[in-house]
């Protein structure tokens, strides 16, 4: 059987990788909790401010709105399932799935790479969404949705955030893989003077 040295036994803590790790990553990290720590203080701060002045299943538009009525107003609701309110009493499940979700995007983050911004943006919208509605989970056992649009699923900042961070996700590998067919596409040309005919029989 091997016999490692103490410092080099493999799978041991080192505090020396942790610090690595950290000066490595920290901008990165900080990053994303610049735009969840702000996407979700404002998430929390409407749903605070909803519970406080809307009654349940009351609506709600400042005066200068009102003509957005009924097509667009503020309608406390909430929610203990998951969107468009599937999976009713599902309270506990959606909040471990939500710490797992968290969990994956926080190790995920440093694996990519920093010129897919576009990749670590649709992650920090992600994270924003998980912890938002985690928070609402933890405190009360459902979520408190209020952003009312037509016959569309009520909703919140949190949800929102999700929807867009897919959007974002989305959009970011239609434009990489095209730009990548389009580079492909480019070194496929044969470049100017080279002789057509080399290697063909005379």
Known sequence: MDIYPPE?????????????FIKGYWSDYLIMFLIAGVLISLDQWTKIWVRANVPLGGDWLPTWLGWLMPFARVRYWYNSGAAFGLFQQGNTIFKILAIIVAGVILYYLPRTSRKDWWLRLALALQFTGAVGNLVDRIQFGHVTDWISVGT???????????????????????????????????????????????????
């Open 8 to 20: 080099t036994q493999p799978g041991r803590f080192k505090l020396d990788s942790i610090i690595n």
């Open 152 to 202: 569309f699923a009520i909703f919140n900042i949190a949800d929102a955030s999700i929807s867009v961070g897919v959007a974002v996700l989305i959009l970011g590998v239609w434009i990489t893989e095209r730009n990548d067919k389009r580079r492909l596409a480019a070194q496929a040309v044969i470049p100017p003077g080279s002789n057509e005919n080399e290697g063909k029989g005379e």
